[in-house]
């Protein structure tokens, strides 16, 4: 049978024998967090507690204004020791709230309190889902809550879930799969309930067939999901290009999911939604897949959210003596990070440490004008164009070609015989567009 | 040879060039269009580098602007005194008396001073750095070190030295405020060539978190403060800053007891 998949992209090298073998490992709690303000797309929130409050673990502890954004929880019992500025995984620094745990209880659920979820009503699942500061655990962090809620004029007919996992070396939704298909399965249900549709579609790239075996044995017994095995290519798992291979729409330039009825979830979220509904679990946990071959034993960590990336390592056997770099994400879209002490967000799925050999530093070269960026690039820009505008500050330039429209894969930087950092001149291009509509 | 064709051609080429050549004068007898000469003497007073500091295209746009009377004469910051007034007399116009602004770079964190966080390997120009946490330097606030200030500077007047700090030379800066916009940071600012006591930091971080990571911070402890009387000196956001509206002494630092020497005098005596 032929898979089915998207148009141009790109086929990196997968390194996903590291941790696809392994476990899901639950990790001790940490002796402290630091819970970043802002972790998703939308307005920050604002904290609602003080400097030396004390904090129970699954306590609300920040909330923001406004429809699109998510609310915050503490991940552990304890102290608020103080809310300051510390490293933000994203690269830049942002308000936290640092929390030192006094060894109280521990958040758990009271098997008793299992919520039937099939009573509750459209509105009254959403708003748990929002309660629980769900967000999109894919990398984007989109918050959950307001996917669920499509303005009324735009139909929802699919709801797909994002097994793909595209990104090379992470293997956290891999796991989940194969380990907690039960429950990815109930949160797919509730989501369709919430959405108002019959039908949904699992996109797994075909590179995971033990996954694909486990969903489709687990999803057999419920109406209208369906397994659907993907051409392994990069970046499948990015919405729009998931979209286009599971059921062949195109989302329009500057449109989102909803406006062509569909509506995308990743793997994570659909355990996240789970959880909230039934056990009222906030979401103060997730899996993290520590890899790659700067790490002593790569692993699949269910760690608390603020815990230092530091600790998570250490808990991987710690750094081995050539390890050169360390990202948050995947490599081709994954934030390189500068210290250890930033703290695990909603949207780290992973945490990648390579070695200098894996992570060269290459040579930039001038423009071939090849075009090997242009038949990489998913969205079918000319990121050598935009590029190139960008370099010559053109950025009303960039903005005609296209550069809005980018999704940051790193598509055309892999592709790139010159080594030219098309992607990252592109993003300066964006940042500068938007500042110029600001003024 | 068959000479009729040869006159032929050249009789009605000759012809035909020869009614262009009418239709062309006439046209530009009839189409004229009346520029204001004073335009063109305004343009040539201007300093004609296009740098922008006006907000219009260019000293072009800027003359024609002014000639029209929709700006005063304090758009151009660039031009010398003695150019403005003469274009002053020519428009009718009252000669404002602006002060010269140059640039001034509130950062000492060089390479020797900032601690160095990690290896960059990314696009060496400082918006490129920004995407990556910054760059190699450790602070947060200031100078990143790869010369997007430099880069556009259409005078010559900015350049890198030997600690990766940019340096103004003051003589050759026209206050045209281009490296103030493409500085990331918002290091660099604009003062009169007359004020000379700065506090060269833009740590905004607690003393403490400034100090760890540069020896030159400002750690706001308000000794500066206490020292001047005049009320010259205030903290805000845990960095000292001077006002020079209330600053009596112009080239005179109010105390050698600043612990991380972040106050510096800056520029000759005098200066004009």
């Not at chain 1, 397994?227 to 990069?234: D, E, G």
């Not at chain 1, 190139?388 to 980018?406: H, I, P, T």
């Amino acid at each position: 049978m032929k898979l089915s998949t998207f148009k141009k992209g790109v086929h990196p090298r997968e390194y996903k024998q590291f941790a696809e073998n392994k476990n899901i490992e639950k990790m001790g709690l940490p002796k402290e967090v630091f819970v970043p303000l802002i972790q998703h797309i939308g307005t920050p929130c604002t904290p609602i507690v003080k400097k030396r409050d004390v904090v129970k673990a699954g306590q609300l502890i920040g909330e923001g204004k406004g429809f699109i954004s998510s609310k915050i929880h503490a991940p552990i019992s304890g102290v608020v020791k103080t809310i300051d500025n510390f490293a933000h995984p994203n690269g830049s620094s942002g308000q936290m709230i640092h929390i030192v745990g006094n060894g109280e209880a521990d958040w758990n659920a009271d098997p008793a309190e299992n919520v039937d979820w099939e009573k509750l009503s459209k509105e009254e699942l959403i708003k748990k889902v929002n309660d629980a500061g769900i967000v999109g655990m894919g990398g984007a962090a989109f918050p959950s809550h307001v996917k669920l809620q499509p303005p009324k004029d735009k139909k929802i007919d699919v709801f797909i879930i994002n097994g793909c996992e595209c990104e090379p070396y992470l293997t956290a939704d891999h796991r989940m799969m194969v380990e907690q298909a039960e429950e990815i399965i109930l949160g797919v249900r509730i989501i369709m309930k919430a959405l108002d549709v019959t039908k949904a579609l699992i996109g797994i790239e075909n590179n995971k067939p033990d996954a694909i075996e486990i969903m489709t044995k687990v999803s057999q017994s419920y109406n209208g999901i369906t397994i659907l095995p993907l051409k392994v290519k990069y970046p499948q798992g990015a919405e729009k290009m998931l979209i286009k291979a599971a059921v062949n729409r195109e989302v329009p330039t500057g449109a989102l999911p909803m406006d062509v009825g569909a509506v995308v979830n990743n793997v994570g979220t659909a355990i996240g939604v789970a959880e909230a509904v039934v056990k009222n679990k906030p979401l103060i946990e997730r899996v993290v897949t520590v890899t790659g071959d700067g790490v002593k034993e790569p692993k699949n960590v269910l760690a608390r959210i603020g815990t230092p990336f530091r600790e998570l390592i250490e808990f991987c056997g710690g750094l081995k003596e050539d390890a050169a770099k360390i990202l948050m994400g995947g490599p081709m879209m994954g934030v390189t990070q500068y210290t250890m002490d930033v703290p695990v967000i909603k949207a780290t799925s992973g945490i990648l440490c390579l070695s200098r050999k894996s992570a060269p530093v290459l040579e930039e070269y001038a423009c071939l004008q090849c075009g090997t960026c242009v038949n990489a690039c998913p969205m079918n820009l000319l990121p050598t164009r935009i590029s190139r505008a960008v370099d010559y500050s053109k950025f009303e330039m960039a903005e005609q070609l296209g550069a809005m429209n980018c999704i940051e894969c790193g598509c055309c930087v892999f592709a790139c015989p010159s080594n030219i950092p098309i992607v990252q001149k592109i993003r300066i291009g964006k940042l500068k567009i938007n500042e110029l509509k600001k003024s | 040879m068959d000479y009729t064709s040869l006159a032929q051609a050249v009789l009605s080429m000759g012809g035909i060039g020869l009614v262009f050549a009418l239709l062309l004068a006439l046209a530009n007898k009839k189409l004229k269009v009346e520029e204001d000469p004073k335009i063109e003497k305004v343009e040539d007073l201007l300093p004609g580098a296009n740098c922008g500091a006006c907000g219009l295209p260019g000293c072009s746009a800027c003359a024609v602007a002014l000639v029209n009377g929709k700006v005063d004469l304090s758009i151009c910051p660039v031009a010398d005194a003695s150019d403005l007034e003469e274009i002053g007399q020519l428009l009718g116009l009252e000669t404002v008396d602006t002060k010269r602004q140059v640039a001034v770079v509130l950062c000492q964190g060089g390479n020797t001073n900032v601690k160095k966080k990690a290896e960059y390997d990314g696009i060496k120009t400082c918006l490129g750095a920004t995407f990556a946490s910054g760059g190699e330097r450790a602070c947060n606030y200031g100078c990143i070190g790869y010369g997007d200030c430099v880069a556009v500077c259409p005078f010559d007047a900015i350049h890198m030295n030997k600690e990766g700090l940019p340096v103004v030379d003051r003589n050759k800066c026209t206050g045209c405020n281009n490296c103030v916009l493409a500085c990331p940071r918002n290091v660099i600012e604009l003062h009169p060539v007359s004020s000379h006591v700065f506090v060269l930091c833009n740590n905004k971080d607690s003393g403490k978190n400034a100090r760890q990571v540069c020896k030159t911070a400002c750690i706001a402890c308000k000794i500066c403060v206490k020292a001047d009387e005049s009320g010259g000196f205030e903290v805000k956001d845990n960095l000292a800053f001077v006002d020079h509206t209330k600053y009596d002494k112009e080239y005179e630092i109010p105390t050698e007891k600043c612990p991380t020497k972040a106050i510096v005098i800056v520029g000759d005596k005098g200066e004009k």
